[in-house]
Nanobody
Framework: HVQLVESGGGSVQSGGSLRLSCAASGYSVSQGYMAWFRQAPGKEREGVASMSSDGRTTYAESVKGRFTISHDKAKNTLLLQMNSLKAEDTAMYYC????????????????WGQGTQVTVS
């Protein structure tokens, strides 16, 4: 049974930073593909950043240069460092994973977490 549990969300002022974590169980970050998606009220779900097990990454244009996705393989955790946060980054952030399919920002991943809220004011 795969479980993805996000943490690290919260409220921050514009220009601030947050680091999101996604603890995986029943799934190894050392294989397959993982990503972060977000969804703001009234908006479509958006891919933010994805990462392959061998370290390849893809970012949405809106977060390039500000967000960094990474793995902590020892803790079997996916991370998202978010710097220079803007009000438009306010959303529920979801951790996703699948074993096949590529390093993509399309929302057809197999496994999804429950989300963690990020609010930037």
């Amino acid at each position: 049974h795969v479980q993805l549990v996000e943490s690290g969300g919260g409220s921050v002022q514009s220009g601030g930073s947050l680091r999101l974590s996604c603890a995986a169980s029943g799934y190894s970050v050392s294989q397959g593909y993982m990503a972060w998606f977000r969804q703001a009220p009234g908006k479509e779900r958006e891919g933010v950043a994805s990462m392959s097990s061998d370290g390849r990454t893809t970012y949405a244009e809106s977060v390039k240069g500000r967000f960094t996705i990474s793995h902590d393989k020892a803790k079997n955790t996916l991370l998202l460092q978010m710097n220079s946060l803007k009000a438009e980054d306010t959303a529920m952030y979801y951790c996703v994973a699948e074993r096949y399919g590529g390093c993509k920002l399309v929302a057809d991943y197999t496994y999804w977490g429950q989300g963690t809220q990020v609010t930037v004011s």
